[in-house]
């Protein structure tokens, strides 16, 4: 019922940027907020981005200054910005949409590298 797509990964050289898309399809729900988390092999998933139906963002300490979230409701659709891109970003991305209730819906994930 509910599909969420990524798009925009790659591979990328140290200091250079990426954008990611993801795009909703399915709800049916009021939602509370849309993100991007990462997880890198062998690591725990992280928070990086999230921002609510209202426009509010919120980011992880490691991306202030480098990521910037934005979303376009009416279309439900979600950005991520990456600048300066670091070795340490390198991860698999996923997308999530967050309602009021449970469950919340997840992204297959799209591989972003960063290395020379």
């Known amino acids: 019922q509910v599909q969420l797509v990524e798009s925009g990964g790659g591979l990328v050289q140290p200091g250079g940027s990426l954008r990611l898309s993801c795009a909703a399809s399915?709800?049916?729900?009021?939602?509370?907020?849309m993100g991007w988390y990462r997880q890198a092999l062998g690591k725990q998933r992280e928070l990086v981005a999230l921002i609510t139906s209202g426009g509010s963002p919120n980011y992880a300490d490691s991306v202030k200054g480098r990521f910037t979230i934005s979303r376009d409701n009416a279309k439900n659709m979600v950005y991520l910005q990456m600048n300066s891109l670091k070795p340490e970003d390198t991860a698999v991305y996923y997308c999530?949409?967050?309602?009021?209730?449970?469950?919340?819906?997840w992204g297959q994930g799209i591989q972003v590298t960063v290395s020379s």
């Open positions: 399915g709800i049916t729900f009021d939602i509370k907020y």
């Open positions: 999530t949409c967050v309602g009021w209730r449970p469950p919340d819906y």
